[in-house]
């Protein structure tokens, strides 16, 4: 046979094969160009990176928003800054992400970027922290702690605990954030009903441990005398037992120190004695976000507002199981 001959005869016997194959698995799934357009893909503006909660956060939304889920998360860290966060809004509406979750630094100046996403048809769902706008139909609904009622938990406790006389050192978050906002009101309004009670410092540490330092740092070089931290979250209080114990104190014992967050990290530190109570701010928002997005994808309208159950740590009721137990 010649060998031009010969090529034809194969090739048909090839095509002759295929069709056969075809024809007995049925028809074949037309290959989507890239596994990326079935994500649905969401745009996540993150506070930072400042404390183990905001750790323990990021990671409960990435894991909540996997491809293996069905999602593609874009994460934009905004090192705490808020003209990040507006940036990051404006590049997640310019891509044109299918959902925009922001969890934000402060509470106002929200109402600009938040109507260019509504006018882009993007649905907005805020964690954490709440927002203030004057038209709340921008965002579609929130999901976040109650932080007035981890305040009122804590000076509950310190009432309970507290001499009349007792003079308190108050570390706070980064003011205007709701989680300081709710808290600072607490102590403020506690401070009103027990004019036993004095407060020797009030500043803010904006929620990091080198600034919760440098602030106790501070007043025990300046001599200044306190029987009680309340700082508003875990990092700042790692900081000021690090400068307690610098300057010879045993957090404790001379020092009170109360904290938010109860991250796993603060809570060994109860059970230690360091840390004599830490009221919960619970972080994992991932699954609730994505159960909030589930119900919107089937039609479903989720409630406007959740609050996430939260409880309160000291020696009384603490275990090592729980510890072991928390995400973050
Ligand atoms: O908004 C939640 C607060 O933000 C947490 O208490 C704090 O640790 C975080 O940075």
């Not at 750790?55 to 090192?79: C, H, V, W």
């Not at 965002?139 to 000076?155: H, L, N, P, Q, Y």
């Amino acid at each position: 046979m010649k060998p031009l001959l010969k090529r034809s005869l194969l090739r048909a016997i090839c095509v002759g094969l295929s069709v056969l194959l075809c024809a007995c698995t049925g028809p074949q799934p037309r290959t989507e160009p890239s596994d990326e357009r079935k994500l649905t893909v969401i745009g996540f503006s993150q506070v930072g990176a400042e404390s183990d909660w905001r750790n323990g956060n990021t990671k409960s939304m990435q894991q909540a928003f996997s491809a293996e889920n069905g999602y593609r998360l874009i994460l934009e860290d905004a090192q705490q800054k808020q003209e990040k966060q507006i940036t990051a809004i404006r590049n997640f509406i310019n891509q044109g992400v299918d959902y925009i979750v922001l969890a934000p630094t402060t509470e106002r100046g929200w109402d600009t970027v938040l109507a260019e996403a509504n006018a882009a048809g993007i649905p907005v769902i805020i964690v954490d922290r709440m927002i203030e706008v004057a038209d709340d139909s921008l965002f579609t609904c929130w999901i976040g702690s109650d932080f007035r009622k981890e305040g009122d938990t804590a000076v509950a406790w310190m009432d309970a605990h507290m001499p009349e006389d007792a003079r308190i050192v108050h570390l706070q978050g980064s003011i205007g954030s709701s989680a300081q906002i709710g808290r600072t009101e607490g102590l403020m309004a506690a401070l009103e009903t027990h004019p036993g009670w004095s407060l020797v410092f009030q500043g803010s540490g904006d929620f990091i441990q080198a600034k919760g330092q440098e602030l106790v740092e501070s007043l025990l070089k300046s001599g200044t005398e306190f029987d009680v931290i309340f700082s508003e979250n875990d990092n700042m209080a790692y900081g000021a037992i690090d400068a307690l114990k610098a300057a010879g104190l045993q957090p404790g014992k001379d020092v009170t120190i109360i904290s938010f967050d109860a991250s796993s990290t603060a809570l060994r530190l109860v059970l230690s004695g360091a840390i004599t109570l830490d009221v919960e701010c619970n972080p994992m928002h991932g699954p609730r976000a994505r159960s909030v997005i589930e119900q919107l994808r089937s039609g479903e309208t989720p409630p406007k507002y959740t609050y996430v159950d939260e409880t309160r740590f000291d020696a009384s009721n603490l275990t090592e199981e729980i510890i072991s137990r928390r995400g973050y």
